[in-house]
């Protein structure tokens, strides 16, 4: 929202009248809070998924869902690793081109491509025969 906000301050409050005002040295610690932010809502998701391996049994699962339970898994690895790039970009080049730290979250994209790919090729040769049966 603050973001957002930023953006179009002077669509929404009119040229020059915005209540926000940043500096270009602002960019990073800006970049550094988003990604921290983001991080951390995957990593709540990461550990709900985990909580659920821990409990298949109990909930039992079967194969197939143990097998996607585990790529959702990856999936938010993949999510929070591209998250901490975004960080360690941000601090690490100039300030004020931190911004720039927001073109790595494309990689969502082909990361999940190449993931998704490989999963589900993997899915297919899991014994489908026995999917009713908990693991």
Excluded: W
Excluded at 76 to 90: M, Q, R, T
Excluded at 107 to 135: E, N, Q, V, W
């Amino acid at each position: 929202k603050f973001l957002f906000t930023l953006v179009f301050s002077s669509q929404i409050y009119g040229e020059g009248h915005s209540p926000f005002v940043m500096k270009l040295t602002d960019n990073a610690m800006l970049m550094m809070i988003y990604g921290i932010g983001y991080i951390l809502i995957y990593l709540l998701f990461f550990f709900m998924y985990v909580h659920a391996l821990r409990k298949k049994i109990e909930l039992q699962l079967t194969t197939v869902e143990i097998f996607d339970t585990r790529t959702k898994l990856y999936k938010y690895i993949i999510l929070i690793a591209i998250g901490l790039l975004s960080v360690v970009v941000s601090q690490v080049i100039p300030a004020e081109d931190a911004g720039v730290a927001g073109l790595v979250y494309i990689l969502i994209g082909p990361a999940f491509s190449i993931f998704y790919g490989y999963r589900s090729r993997r899915k297919r040769k899991l014994p489908f025969s026995d999917t009713s049966a908990p693991i």
